[in-house]
């Protein structure tokens, strides 16, 4: 096996440090050491990365200390700031951020298995996020620019930080999606306590001293650890007033729980989904197979808009099986810096174990694998199976698989269909096939009021990241976008003036004089 030199490991990252009130602080309790499921040698064993801190709950509420000490009770010099003067921090930031692609990208392939091509994008997409949140930032603040009146009462109104955000990441987009919660929280005056995901931990490494120097003190602080031992305790105090987390309902619920006060708690959640295509007779099949392919099986499946049930016609579902099968064995499986690679190992370890259990379960219920490598099974992966047909009894029908297998289910009626994608405890998004619009017309009108994406003759995605990514039950909470994410992290508020000759000639002296960094009419170029 060769490893092209510039990715090679050739020395382990130990991340001694981590980000407090401004200073990275030296960790010298217990540590974890992070392992890549991607072996160096010929002999397959995984490789050793290095070590992050293994935090205790002390240390989490010395940290949080710090992001609540920055906010001040809304006095402090970040949520008092003018916005010209932190879009400047920003700034700063992603300049620093981009003299470390290359070392960011090269642990995203080692830690999470992506491949090098989705390593660079994911990066560079994270890059044009802040670029693309910093302008509609700009937008915002040109649009409260202004007074209004209304019965005799002048209103200022412009958008406010809610105060201290625990925002937790996944591992599938450790950079992209954590920053798609991180950044919109802190350039809405906010301050935040940020955990990193157990798999992609130490791809963040070379970001923390810009995150130092770009920003005040206090206004973004990292910590490490478990979650239950970190994060559960810095919940508890009450102090946080967003939970800003991708990831599964299951841990969402369990940190809900912990904080003593829940009406005040503002929830911005990214969970789990079970995207179903929906193949209609007259589906141009070829393009079908393609989109489901890259839907199904991008990433290895491990992405919560991934497509993770196909519901296939009877009238085509023979032709539409072969030619996917086939087209599912003809992926070419590699490590991530490999040439054409779509199949990457799998972060997880116990990921193929669990795929496995999925396989036999609908194999014992009825189900065939119609690919001849489904299910194959190596040290770090495990090849994607096409089940068929799935019944609502297996597990694979219920559960989001998060990883390689694909179950289709056959449909004859679209009523029946409907009630099922209905009664999911998901609604993120539906892809669908079909090119008569006497059937795609009446199905969309239903659908957009089950999801919250309609892909016509597509995969489901999450970008442009300009447009709204959310979802419904048990997908998501708030809505995450470049536009939307800045309002999600952020409450009007307005400052009202009756219009009387002694309140007016006070508000002219408040914007002359530029004392106020919120009662101002500046437009920002």
């Known amino acids: 096996m060769t490893i092209p030199k510039e990715f090679q490991i050739t020395e382990q990252l130990h ?25 160096s040698t010929e002999d397959y064993k995984p490789t050793l990365l ?10 989490a509420l010395e940290v949080l200390k710090s992001a609540t000490n920055a906010y001040n009770k809304g006095q402090g010099d970040w949520p008092t700031m003018k916005v010209a003067d932190r879009i400047a921090c920003m700034e700063d930031f ?11 990208v090269k642990y995203l392939m080692w830690e999470i298995g992506k491949s090098l091509p989705d390593s660079r994008k994911e990066f560079d997409r994270t890059v044009e996020y802040i670029i693309d949140t910093i302008a509609d930032y700009k937008q915002l603040d040109r649009d409260s620019s202004k007074f209004h009146k209304k019965s005799g009462v002048y209103a200022h109104i412009r958008r406010g930080p809610l105060g201290v955000v625990l925002c937790l990441g996944p591992y599938n987009y450790p950079l992209n999606e954590t920053f798609a919660l991180l950044i919109p929280a802190i ?3 906010n301050t935040v306590v940020f955990k990193p995901a157990k798999h992609g931990v130490l791809l963040l490494s070379p970001l923390l001293e810009a995150f130092q120097t770009a920003f005040p003190k206090g206004v973004v602080n990292v910590i490490y650890g478990r979650g239950r031992e970190v994060a559960a305790p810095i919940m508890k105090t009450g102090r946080i007033d967003v939970l800003a987390l991708i990831g599964n309902s299951k841990s969402a619920i369990a940190l809900q729980d912990q904080h003593p006060y829940k009406n005040r708690l503002r929830l911005v959640l990214g969970l789990e989904a079970k995207n179903p295509a929906i193949i209609l007779p007259d589906a141009d099949l070829d393009l079908a197979v393609e989109e489901c392919i890259s839907g199904t099986l991008s990433f290895n499946g491990q992405r919560c808009t991934a497509l993770k049930i196909l519901y296939v016609h009877e009238d085509i579902r023979e032709e539409f099986n072969k030619r996917y099968a086939k087209r599912v064995d003809e992926l ?31 194999k014992d219920k009825g189900a065939k694998i119609l690919n001849e490598r489904g299910g194959e099974t190596s040290n770090n992966f495990i090849y994607p199976a096409v089940l068929y047909p799935v019944t609502e009894e297996m597990r694979v029908y219920k559960e989001e698989q998060f990883g390689p297998v694909v179950p289709i289910k056959p449909f004859n009626s679209i009523d029946d269909l409907l009630d099922e994608i209905s009664a999911s ?4 998004q539906v892809s669908l096939f079909g090119t008569g619009i006497e059937k795609i017309a009446p199905l969309i009108d239903t659908l957009v009021n089950l999801v919250c994406r309609v892909n016509l003759n597509s995969s489901c995605q999450r970008g442009p990241d300009v447009f709204p990514f959310t979802g419904r039950k048990d997908s998501a909470v708030s809505t995450l976008s470049v536009h939307d994410a800045l309002r999600s992290f952020s409450i009007r508020t307005f400052v009202a003036s009756k219009d009387k000759k002694y309140n007016n000639e006070i508000l002219r002296k408040l914007l002359d004089s530029k004392k106020s960094n919120f009662v101002s009419t500046d437009y920002l170029l």
């Open 332 to 362: 070419k499986f590699g490590n991530p810096w490999d040439e054409d690679v779509m199949l990457t190992p799998l972060p997880e370890a116990d990921k193929p174990k669990y795929i496995q259990e999925l396989i036999d379960d609908a």
């Open 94 to 104: 992603v300049e620093q951020m981009k003299t470390k692609r290359k070392e960011v």
């Open 15 to 39: 991340q001694e440090k981590y980000l407090s009130n401004g200073e990275l602080l030296s960790w010298k309790g217990k540590t974890d050491e992070v392992y890549s499921t991607i072996s």
């Open 425 to 428: 405890n998901y609604g993120q």
């Open 187 to 189: 350039m809405m005056g």
């Open 50 to 59: 290095g070590t992050v801190p293994h935090m205790d709950e002390n240390a």
